[in-house]
């Protein structure tokens, strides 16, 4: 399984858009890129996945160069609640779900 | 619909100590998980279990025990406690990805707080 590295931390203010990078170096052919969201005292949550180019839904925008070897999540226009620690996470198809979740990037939103 | 429940929310016990922790999800969901977390770190996979009646071992599988009671119920056991074992435990289950396609999404609980004194 991949290892991902990201940055610890990130400070953003209100209304701001936020990137998120994570470096994937040894992703394979069958891994997917997938992204988790966990509040204070909360399990986390998914928010979006992909495999290459780009990938948005409601919450979120995930890029995904041709070379795969990094990703970054965009969080359009951040408020308070979005204050939390995303973990960037990849994981092949039939691997049994096995997740490896790294430290994660806290984020912090200030008004 | 519920999602994935835990009980309880918080325990405290002395080392030596056994006890079970419980998770049940109304998803009809295959697979299911248990996971620790340790202060600022991330979440370590500790047992899974891919379908009724199979259970594996993850990343950190020592001084635990696990039983896939039904589809919809997966225990967590502690035989002897130690303060090693202090965390906030998340259970988590999905759909059985089919081969070769997008892997599923994990649905995880709220936790449950430990404290071994």
């Known amino acids: 399984l991949a290892k991902t590295t990201q940055p610890i931390s990130m400070d953003s203010y209100e209304g701001q858009e936020v990137n998120i990078t994570c470096s994937h170096n040894n992703i394979a052919t069958n891994d997917y890129i997938t992204w988790y969201q966990q509040f204070p005292s909360q399990g986390p949550r998914f928010i979006i996945q992909g495999y290459k180019t780009k990938v948005t839904n409601e919450v979120a925008s995930l890029f995904i160069p041709a070379d795969r070897k990094s990703s970054t999540l965009s969080l359009p226009r951040v408020s308070l609640s979005d204050t939390a620690v995303y973990y960037c996470l990849v994981e092949g198809a039939n691997q049994g779900g096995k997740l490896i979740f790294g430290q994660g990037t806290e984020l912090s939103v200030k008004p | 619909n519920a999602g994935v429940t835990q009980t309880p929310k918080f325990q405290v016990l002395k080392t030596g100590q056994s006890m079970t922790l419980q998770c049940a999800q109304d998803?009809?969901?295959?697979?299911m998980y248990w996971y620790r977390q340790d202060p600022g770190m991330g979440l370590r996979l500790i047992y899974y279990?891919?379908?009724?009646?199979?259970?594996d071992k993850g990343e950190v599988p020592n001084g635990y025990n696990v039983s896939r009671l039904n589809k919809r119920e997966f225990s967590l056991r502690l035989e002897s406690a130690a303060p090693s074992q202090t965390s906030v435990y998340f259970c988590?289950?999905?759909?059985?990805?089919?081969?070769?396609?997008?892997?599923?999404?994990?649905?995880f609980g709220p936790g449950t707080r430990l404290t071994v004194l």
């Open positions: 998803m009809n969901h295959n697979s």
């Open positions: 988590a289950s999905s759909e059985t990805a089919p081969s070769g396609l997008v892997t599923d999404t994990q649905y």
């Open positions: 279990s891919a379908s009724e009646g199979t259970t």
